[in-house]
């Protein structure tokens, strides 16, 4: 695709379960970072690839949060045991050189 | 990691320039600084990026100061549609990027 595509668009969960969301970044790009965005707030760096380096974990919060890339394109964030802090926007984005290029955002509410 | 600083928020008026400053003390010699600006509910939108010498795109201008400590992202004619929240951020040397919590800039009529 043209851009960065994020999915699902909108998450509802009940506290406890586990999701999982998609970034497919752009096509070459070897950098991937996820963001976090509360309501009102800025973007919390969580987990950013680059290439076959070993990830920058240092932004997850906890270790019910996860990522993977998987070929050096799709990643998947997983959040085990949902919490109600975790309600916020996830944002991926893509860089090949240093712009980053962002999807919409995955909007999680935990319940 | 290299921390940046920005005011709060700030206002301007319609057609006037808006000079939003960014504080960057700790910044490492190969280190960008960056520009993004996020319009209520959407993605950020990238602005522009330096290093040590002053950029100019279709956008906007990136002043530096010499001692590469702050800098001010400066739009030449604001309008309506530029108010947004816009973040200065270091690019560490890993590519890493850590946003701030940005300045809100209203521009008014």
């Known amino acids: 695709g043209a851009g960065v595509s994020q999915s699902p668009s909108n998450k509802v969960t009940e506290k406890g379960k586990d999701v999982e969301l998609r970034c497919d970044p752009i096509s070459g790009h070897t950098a991937l970072y996820w963001y976090r965005q509360s309501l009102g707030q800025g973007l919390e760096f969580l987990i950013y690839?680059?290439?076959?380096?070993?990830?920058?974990k240092s932004g997850l919060p906890s270790d019910r949060f996860s990522a993977e890339r998987t070929g050096g394109s799709v990643s998947t964030l997983t959040i085990q045991r949902t919490q109600q802090e975790d309600s916020a926007v996830y944002l991926c984005?893509?860089?090949?050189?240093?712009?980053?290029?962002f999807g919409e955002g995955s909007r999680l509410t935990v319940l | 990691d290299a921390k940046t600083t920005q005011p709060t928020s700030m206002d301007c008026a319609e057609g006037r320039a808006a000079n939003l400053p960014c504080n960057h003390s700790t910044i490492s010699g190969n280190e960008y600084v960056y520009w993004y600006r996020q319009i209520h509910s959407q993605g950020p939108q990238y602005i522009i990026h330096g290093l040590k010498n002053n950029e100019t795109n279709e956008m906007a201008s990136l002043i530096i100061t010499e001692d590469r400590k702050s800098s001010t992202l400066i739009l030449p004619h604001a309008t309506l549609r530029d108010t947004a929240v816009y973040y200065c951020i270091v690019r560490l040397y890993t590519g890493k990027l850590i946003f701030g919590q940005g300045t809100t800039l209203q521009v008014k009529p």
């Open positions: 690839f680059q290439g076959n380096s070993a990830p920058d």
């Open positions: 984005a893509s860089s090949w050189s240093g712009e980053l290029f």
